[in-house]
Antibody, heavy 117, light 107 residues
Framework: EVQLVESGGGLVQPGGSLRLSCTAS????????MSWVRQAPGKGLEWVSI???????FYADSVSARFDISRDISKNTVYLQMSDLRPEDTGLYFC????????????WGQGTTVTVS | DIQMTQSPSSLSASVGDRVTITCRAS??????VAWYQQKPGKAPKRLIY???RLTSAAPSTFSASSSGTEFTLTISSLQPEDFATYYC?????????FGQGTRLEIK
């Protein structure tokens, strides 16, 4: 079964750091594009970052220079290292798979909650 | 950045109604647009990809179209399970951007 499981969320003080993990099963992350998407409480979806199959990365302006996306192919896991966290970073963080640009993000995890307070 | 302006932000309708949700892109984009349904506390579910192609998860009452910078999601006959929030997404260029969402409520 194709599945994504996020972990690592929690409560952190402003200025603190946190590392989220997204472990994939049923497919290899190295062949796919992997994104992080977040949702503040009661708000809409916001794309955060992506790591492509070639290892290139992109970020939303709101998190660039503070967040870092990476992957460990041997563990089939994608990470989001978050630093200098702000209250506005609070929310539910999802990871999602994109097989190819044509298909969009097709598989999503259940999310992990980050609270900055 | 490409902005996706989604309307309406909320919609009240009855079972059996036909509803349409629209996203307008701030510039011409290819058909790298997807539509998602989200229910409270759950992950988004992809319904449409490549602007007009239905996924296997989407009921046949759903359809989508595109014309220039306008992308449309239509539900031909609302079912109770369709009441949720819907988002469009452009994934042609970075940053990827979602529409603001349309909350579809039961009248």
């Amino acid at each position: 079964e194709v599945q994504l499981v996020e972990s690592g969320g929690g409560l952190v003080q402003p200025g603190g750091s946190l590392r989220l993990s997204c472990t994939a099963s049923g497919f290899m992350i190295r062949s796919n594009y992997m994104s992080w998407v977040r949702q503040a409480p009661g708000k809409g979806l916001e794309w955060v970052s992506i790591i492509y199959s070639d290892g290139s990365t992109f970020y939303a302006d709101s998190v660039s220079a503070r967040f870092d996306i990476s992957r460990d192919i041997s563990k089939n896991t994608v990470y989001l290292q978050m630093s200098d966290l702000r209250p506005e970073d609070t929310g539910l963080y999802f990871c999602a798979r994109e097989v190819h640009a044509f298909f969009g993000m097709d598989v999503w995890g259940q999310g992990t909650t980050v609270t900055v307070s | 950045d490409i902005q996706m302006t989604q309307s309406p932000s909320s919609l009240s309708a009855s079972v059996g109604d036909r509803v349409t949700i629209t996203c307008r892109a701030s510039q011409l984009i290819r058909d790298d647009v997807a539509w998602y349904q989200q229910k409270p506390g759950k992950a988004p579910k992809r319904l449409i990809y490549a602007a007009t192609r239905l996924t296997s998860a989407a009921p046949s009452t759903f359809s989508a179209s595109s014309s220039g910078t306008e992308f449309t999601l239509t539900i031909s006959s609302l079912q109770p399970e369709d009441f949720a929030t819907y988002y469009c997404l452009q994934h042609q260029s970075h940053p990827y951007t979602f529409g603001q969402g349309t909350r579809l409520e039961i009248k």
